[in-house]
């Protein structure tokens, strides 16, 4: 069974930049691609960026093009997500999924889940 386990979350003032970690455990990991999603307060859970395991083709949202990337280490079995030029709309609980294929970008295609991070960021 394989696990995630994200890090890196805080507290962190706008403009202001964030690391996030993903390390998957468990029996040998290969999905066809990892991706992070956030969920705010009273709003649906949605994707931030994904990244292919193979070949390392990646994606992201709109609202984070150009602040945000991720990427992946496959000896370490280690998801990234740098989050540059934070806003306060950032603030929500990051999550670390793991999917077998589908579209990357679709939640409802990822089965393994990790706790989340929680981001904060102030005005």
């Known amino acids: 069974q394989v696990q995630l386990v994200e890090s890196g979350g805080g507290l962190v003032q706008a403009g202001g930049s964030l690391r996030l970690s993903c390390v998957a455990s468990g029996r040998a990991f290969s999905p066809a691609a990892v991706a992070w999603f956030r969920q705010a307060p009273g709003k649906e859970r949605e994707a931030v960026a994904a990244?292919?395991?193979?070949?390392?083709?990646?994606n992201s949202a709109d609202s984070v093009k150009g602040r945000f990337s991720i990427s992946r280490d496959k000896v370490k079995n280690t998801v990234y997500l740098e989050m540059n030029s934070l806003k306060p709309e950032d603030t929500a609980v990051y999550y670390c999924?793991?999917?077998?294929?589908?579209?990357?970008?679709?939640?409802?295609?990822?089965?393994?889940w990790g706790q989340g991070t929680q981001v904060t960021v102030s005005s």
């Open positions: 990244i292919t395991w193979s070949a390392g083709t990646t």
């Open positions: 999924a793991a999917s077998k294929g589908g579209v990357i970008m679709n939640r409802y295609d990822y089965n393994v």
